[in-house]
């Protein structure tokens, strides 16, 4: 169900949030490209799609990110944002602009890989702190009855070619099926 809303609040700070349904825990293929297409556009280094374009360059957010939150029957891809109301159209225009993108030209084989590289490296420093395992590990054996290898999930990662990636965002943020909340 796609909706559009905004509400009112009197904040100083615009808080937005424009998502949609995305892959389900079992959809792997699918499920793994969304991991890595959420990393890219708004992952937690600085050198994602929109921390460079709406922070870095442009100095219109005060935070922007985003999540793959994986169900069993469905997921959710989430792009949330902090700005001024003078930058919100502008921030939402860039970020339809980086999907559009994302949709329209696969990534080059050197972006694809450095893409992979990071995400594999935030796999490894994570791994280190043993609440994160647990949680992940504990996820796992729920879901799929065992616990898979960090070289299971690196070649998981591996695997994603750009044209899985651009089917992902073509899929996820298809026209129609996006969300928008945001509280002015």
């Known amino acids: 169900m796609?909706?559009?809303?905004?509400?009112?609040?009197?904040?100083?700070?615009?808080?937005?949030?424009?998502?949609?349904?995305?892959?389900s825990l079992y959809q792997e293929k699918e499920r793994i490209a969304a991991v890595l297409l959420a990393n890219i556009l708004g992952g937690p280094a600085s050198n994602s799609i929109l921390n460079s374009l709406l922070r870095e360059k442009n100095g219109?957010?005060?935070?922007?990110?985003?999540?793959?939150?994986?169900?069993?029957?469905?997921?959710?891809m989430a792009i949330s944002i902090g700005c001024d109301k003078a930058n919100l159209d502008k921030c939402i225009d860039a970020i339809n602009k980086s999907i559009a993108k994302l949709q329209e030209q696969p990534l080059s084989p050197a972006r694809l890989r450095a893409a992979k590289k990071q995400l594999i490296g935030q796999m490894a420093i994570s791994s280190d702190?043993?609440?994160?395992?647990?949680?992940?590990?504990?996820?796992?054996?729920?879901?799929?009855g065992r616990i898979s290898s960090f070289e299971e999930d690196r070649a998981r990662i591996e695997a994603v070619t750009a044209e899985e990636l651009q089917q992902a965002a073509r899929s996820i943020f298809a026209p129609g099926k996006i969300s928008k909340l945001v509280y002015l």
């Open 60 to 76: 219109w957010v005060y935070s922007v990110e985003c999540s793959y939150t994986q169900y069993t029957d469905s997921g959710i």
């Open 129 to 144: 702190n043993g609440e994160t395992q647990c949680l992940a590990m504990g996820k796992s054996l729920l879901a799929f």
């Open 2 to 23: 796609q909706f559009d809303k905004t509400i009112d609040r009197h904040n100083h700070e615009v808080n937005a949030v424009i998502g949609a349904v995305a892959p």
